[in-house]
């Protein structure tokens, strides 16, 4: 049985790589963890793009305008997935192939763009301190869209993206992305202690049964 999406380990180092791995894009029937609406409002708390009062009031414009809960599912689902063609153009193969298209890539950055210039539509400036910052999230029915859009306008600007990897699914791993923040650069696998070990566990059988048969 699927994990739900609030076990989803969140391997990413950002919000935005962390969204795009909520769909498991391999296998014949990939699984999608935001399900509906209600797993995305409690995944956009998990990961900080909402606090407690927001989807309070996101969960209240989402119950009185049922259709309005189905439009922002559907744009979070259209930037997951112009953010995961973007991502991947950048992430470099074992081979040294590109493990993108740029050409899709750059259709995915037009769609972005395009959800991000809604967003900053419904956003105010707001004076915090000793500085001005543009607020994302005034209208409710739109709030989690909104912040998804911020958060995936941040990482394509602000983020080193020479440093996103992909799990090696080549080599056994699930294909989830994330930023490798590792001194050395070297970081390989989502996680060790998921597809790293059990990657390593499957080639230390392969490589008995190999001996067993040679001995036998």
Request: with cysteine; proline share 4%; aromatic share 4%.
């Amino acid at each position: 049985m699927p994990l739900d999406v609030c076990q989803l380990p969140l391997v990413g180092g950002h919000p935005a790589l962390d969204l795009v791995n909520t769909l498991e894009r391999g296998g014949t029937s990939p699984h999608d963890f935001l399900s509906d609406s209600s797993a995305l409002l409690r995944w956009s708390v998990r990961v900080g793009v909402l606090g407690d009062a927001d989807a309070d009031r996101v969960d209240q414009a989402w119950r009185d305008e049922p259709a309005a809960a189905q439009a922002g599912l559907a744009a979070v689902r259209d930037i997951r997935e112009a953010l995961h063609l973007v991502l991947l153009a950048t992430v470099t193969d074992a081979d040294g192939a590109s493990a993108g298209d740029p050409v899709a890539a750059g259709a995915a950055l037009v769609a972005l763009h395009q959800r991000w210039s809604g967003a900053a539509g419904r956003a105010r400036l707001v004076l915090d301190s000793s500085r001005v910052r543009l607020a994302y999230g005034t209208v409710p029915a739109m709030l989690v869209p909104d912040r998804i859009a911020e958060a995936a306008l941040d990482v394509v600007l602000t983020a080193d993206l020479t440093r996103v990897r992909r799990c090696p699914v080549r080599e056994g791993g699930c294909g989830w992305l994330f930023l490798d923040q590792s001194r050395s650069g070297s970081r390989r696998w989502c996680r060790m202690a998921d597809c790293g070990n059990a990657v390593k566990a499957r080639r230390l059988t392969e490589r008995r049964r190999a001996a067993r048969a040679s001995h036998s």
